[in-house]
């Protein structure tokens, strides 16, 4: 009898084993497609490098930013590709922190990504996170073990528009794609901020952008981004926050940062990363 116990064991561990191994390729065929249309969907850049004098007429403080953070004749950014660690915040309300690693690979124009991120719930319990905007499709797809759907978002209005804020927001880690050549508008609001609004499609945001005493980004907040509670999407202020800034590739750029939801009863954090491998493509 416990032979035959044993024998049971080993049987359902190998299932186990085939069915990960399936869902980890599934999910690595998966990204590979999104990436492809990632890629697809790039159109040429037609200035491909900053210089000085297109800073004529911004508003004071977007100025002194971008003379901290690019020099002259610095090549315009076409793509990017992204490595994090951090955690994330598994409650709507509480705090519930989970680890996650991640990739992500940014498209500056047209503009996209997708973070593919990996985030331990328990033992052997592993959900795969897909968060991408993709040739004006917004698309928010998690997955158990790569391979039971348990959040499945796209084609909506609302998604497509705030996936287009996250890119939008975290430009900071690609600031030549907030230049005015690259189709950014600003607008003056105090010597210490200014909203830019950005067009993709039929889609138009304006977001405020918050600068520090050394002239970096700080902050950039949206007064109203869908988030998802429960089977409801409501609007909500939406805010994130970038720091310890260096040196790479010639520019300034954070390599931390932090993301919450703003409701009426208080800040509510759900993202903590910080930036583990970073490389830049420019126009040629």
Known sequence: MWRIF????????????????????????????MRARLEAARLPLTVKTYHIEELEGLPAPVQRYFRTVL???????????????????????????????STQRVITRRPGFD???????????????????????????????????????????????????????????????????????WQAVDDRSAQATLHDGEITLTMLFRFNDNDLIESVRAEARGRTIGNAVI????????????RREGMLIP??????????????LYWRGRITSIQYEFAE
């Open 6 to 33: 044993q024998l049971i064991v080993l049987a359902l561990l190998a299932v186990i084993a085939v069915a990960l191994a399936y869902g980890a390729r599934r999910w690595q065929s998966t990204t590979n497609e």
């Open 71 to 101: 020099t002259d004749g610095q090549p315009i950014i076409a793509a990017v590709s992204v490595e994090h660690t951090g955690t994330f915040n598994m409650s709507e309300s509480g705090e519930q922190w989970r680890p996650f690693t």
């Open 115 to 185: 973070w593919e991120a990996r985030m331990p719930m328990a033992p052997g319990l592993v959900v795969r996170v897909h968060d991408a905007y993709i040739a004006g499709e917004g698309i928010l797809y998690a997955s158990l073990f790569g391979l039971a759907p348990v959040v499945n978002l796209r084609d909506a209005q609302e998604v497509a528009r705030g996936e287009l804020m996250r890119f939008f927001a975290e430009a900071a880690w690609y600031p030549t794609a907030l230049l005015p050549s690259q189709g950014v508008q």
């Open 235 to 246: 609007p909500t202020p939406w805010e994130g926050r970038f720091s310890h800034y260096e």
């Open 255 to 268: 390599l931390e940062g932090e993301v919450a939801w703003l409701p009426p009863e208080g800040a509510h």
